[in-house]
């Protein structure tokens, strides 16, 4: 039976950017949930104003809504760094995704949604970590933003108002390409579950993290992309060179359980294709070699990281330091470590608006 599937970060920058015939079969009959990756704006982006100048800005072409509707998209997740990139556009985003028939989540005013699935009701709920750089601005809708303890008690509350329904926590957090979770938000994760959540979902790193089965849940740590195309578009570099981002994961829910879908980007062709063992792929072994720490206690996992994890980014330079913990005493070490991250985004503007320092290609 087909369920609800759960891919990666979406944007669409300009017509027919990526090839997804190769696809189409494997997604026959499926409802999908997106991060949208940036607003669907209604004029060229050029022709839009930009919140912050010094960062990349992403958005989609408005042809982005019949794609969705040809891959079978049910809704989007908005909770993330890019969706208020462009001054104005969460609004007329989510009007449209409304006008295709498309349910969003994951902003501050609609913070979760309940959609059904081939027979089964669903509560999604969106959330950002302060990490990825969200931003709120004034006048305009903006991405919930993740809140550990205050999330907890949601899930709980939702999970005892409505026993039956299955409840996903999707979250944008993390560090882009680092192959393995930070030890707060694995923690976190796993509380969820405990809390009421079947599933969490997270997005951001750009590649794949490791899965675990936890109790009666399941944990993707990152998906990594779905629709991403790799280029320039109107000024702004989309993609990466990492070869690591090219494979993506999809988490499928149905009423027998979890399966997991992959897929490539062709990046010469900028086509999506469903890889197999002829292309020397296992998807399997590639879910062990990214899950080393499958089973490891909160404290296990910290010890761990902190001798191999923290070295498994992609190009070895980590963006920051490592988020230890959102409870007891380490709540104090993380809210001191948003506040370094919150000084560090200003003083790198300010050298950027001085020309002092020109951010380098991931």
């Known amino acids: 039976m087909s369920g609800l599937l759960f891919v990666g970060d979406t944007v669409w920058p300009a017509p027919d950017c990526i090839d997804f015939e190769a696809i189409l079969p494997a997604l026959a009959g499926k409802q999908l949930v997106v991060n949208l990756e940036g607003p669907i704006l209604e004029r060229p982006p050029g ?7 010094f960062k990349t800005s992403l958005s989609s072409h408005p042809q982005i809504l019949q794609v969705m509707q040809r891959l079978g998209v049910v809704a989007c997740d908005l909770a993330n760094n890019h969706i208020n990139d462009y001054t104005g556009s969460v609004d007329p985003t989510i009007r449209q995704l409304t006008h295709s028939g498309i349910e969003h989540f994951g902003t501050d005013e609609r913070p979760w949604v309940e959609i059904e699935a081939n027979g089964t009701r669903y509560i999604l709920i969106g959330a950002c970590s302060p990490l990825p750089e969200r931003k709120a601005f004034s006048g305009d809708t903006n991405p919930n933003l993740f809140r550990p303890r205050e999330l907890l008690r949601q899930v709980a ?31 976190w994760a796993h509380r969820a579950i405990e809390a009421g959540a079947d599933c969490v979902i997270g997005h951001h790193p750009h590649v794949v993290q490791g899965v675990e089965s936890v109790g009666r ?5 990152s998906l990594g992309n779905f629709l991403m195309p790799h280029g320039v578009f109107n000024g702004a570099r989309v993609g990466f060179v990492a070869p690591e981002v090219l494979t993506q994961l999809g988490v499928e829910l149905h009423a027998d359980g979890i399966h997991l879908h992959w897929f490539r980007y062709d990046k010469a062709a900028s086509r999506l294709v469903v890889p197999c063992a002829k292309d020397g792929f296992d998807g399997d072994a590639l879910i062990r070699k990214l899950t080393p720490f499958a089973g490891m206690s909160a ?4 010890g761990w990281f902190s001798r191999v994890g923290v070295k498994g980014h992609l190009t070895q330079r980590r963006g920051g330091p490592v988020y230890g913990g959102y409870f007891g005493l380490r709540a104090i070490a993380t809210a001191a470590t948003d506040r370094y991250m919150l000084l560090k985004r200003q003083l790198r503007k300010a050298l950027m608006s001085l020309g002092l320092h020109t951010p380098r290609a991931s």
């Open 157 to 187: 509350s939702l999970r005892a108002a409505d026993p039956d329904a299955r409840i996903v926590c999707v979250v944008h957090w993390g560090y882009e390409l680092m192959l393995y979770p930070e030890p707060a938000d694995r923690e």
């Open 47 to 53: 022709e839009c104003q930009v919140n912050n100048r």
């Open 217 to 221: 849940g399941f944990v993707a740590y």
């Open 299 to 302: 404290e296990e996992y910290r």
